[in-house]
């Protein structure tokens, strides 16, 4: 297990959003703020973010955020919370 993990396992889940970190896109969808998303998260998970990469959609509510190790932060939100976080390689 890498410093990372170490990291990942230490932050308790559920993680409740505040409702600023859902923008309203028409009358019902909203849209993550994944800035404020990841402003939530520890300062020590942030520095493993790559903050020159773009996130891409990993399917139904689920998030890849790039690492500077090459992998992804897996990140899946249910009812304004992060309920899954792991690095993973893709």
Do not use: W
Not at 51 to 79: C, Q, V, W
């Amino acid at each position: 297990m890498d410093d990372l993990d170490r990291v990942i396992e230490s932050i308790s889940l559920p993680l409740t959003l505040p409702e600023a970190a859902f923008l309203l896109c028409g009358k019902e969808r909203r849209v993550p703020d994944l800035d404020l998303i990841i402003h939530q998260f520890p300062s020590q998970l942030r520095t493993y973010l790559d903050p020159n990469a773009t996130a891409s959609g990993g399917g139904h509510s689920t998030y890849l955020l790039p690492l500077m190790d090459g992998r992804f932060l897996k990140m899946r939100i249910e009812n304004h919370a992060v309920v899954e976080l792991a690095a993973i390689s893709q």
